[in-house]
């Protein structure tokens, strides 16, 4: 019943910049941790981020000091600002959304970044 879609994927340059958001809906939905995960082809997919309620946060190692995740509370919806781009980011972007034990997942957004 929790309905999770992303957006803002598309063509980045390296060393720029791209600004991906997780919108979750449902009714009375209340979203725990929230999380970025990605997959390269040929990759497992991987956690980049997370946050939960309360803004503690935890990064990947290959993306810290890059990117940022944030979140709005009130709109179920996180964020995330990617700086610094590189060409090993490209991938589909997965968002996931908890809520007690179960977590629901969006369809992906795809990240190319040139070189």
């Known amino acids: 019943q929790v309905h999770v879609v992303e957006s803002g994927g598309g063509l980045g340059q390296a060393g720029g910049s791209l600004r991906l958001s997780c919108a979750a809906s449902g009714n009375r939905a209340r979203i725990n941790e929230m999380a970025w995960y990605r997959q390269a082809p040929g990759k497992q997919r991987e956690l980049v981020a997370r946050i939960t309620t309360g803004g503690i946060t935890n990064y990947a190692d290959s993306v810290k000091g890059r990117f940022t995740i944030s979140r709005d509370n009130a709109k179920n919806t996180m964020y995330l600002q990617m700086d610094s781009l590189k060409p090993e980011d490209t991938a589909v972007y997965y968002c996931?959304?908890?809520?007690?034990?179960?977590?629901?997942w969006g369809k992906g957004t795809l990240v190319t970044v040139s070189s």
């Open positions: 996931g959304a908890t809520m007690g034990f179960n977590i629901y």
